[in-house]
């Protein structure tokens, strides 16, 4: 899908959730309240505009938007998208231990925060994100927080490059 910024400032509600919605994993009320912010300069301004929006959330909506995500590397049931971007990280071939690696961290990184392990995996590959889970699950709650919802930016920015031209 490629879609022009003009195309995009031409779109109803419905037609801009539909395209740009799924940009913030299961998320779509992020693309319906930056709806309301047409027209969009470029692509880097709707991406503020929709980063602005959960900047600005409730910390239950961010909360809701963080637990949308799969967990990293364990196979569980998660959007198409998501399995390409992971599949892009080398997540699909996994050994047997590397894949309990990625269980255990999973469970013990969610036990703790409530939330799974977000990390942007484009360009990365399967023994930086172990690494990084490793490293990231001994932050306390508001750093990996933060954290978190940085990650997700960059994975909205990532998912609206690939479908934006110019």
Known sequence: MDLHCEE???????????????????????????????????????????????????????????????????????????????????????TKEEFEDFVFLNQQYVGKFKFPFIMAVKGQRKESILAAMKQRVHNTYNEEFNIALLEVYKIAGFRLNDIFVG
């Not at 969009?40 to 980063?51: D, G, N, P």
């Open 8 to 94: 995009v400032n031409q779109m109803n509600r419905k037609e801009f959730i539909q395209k740009v919605g799924w940009v913030f994993e299961h998320s779509p009320w992020v693309a319906s309240a930056a709806w309301e912010n047409i027209p969009f300069e470029s692509r880097e301004h709707l991406l503020q505009k929709m980063i602005d929006i959960v900047q600005n959330a409730e910390e239950s909506m961010q909360l809701a938007l963080l637990r949308a995500h799969p967990d990293l590397g364990t196979r569980l049931q998660m959007s198409e998208i998501s399995q390409k971007e992971q599949a892009g990280a080398g997540l699909d071939q996994l």
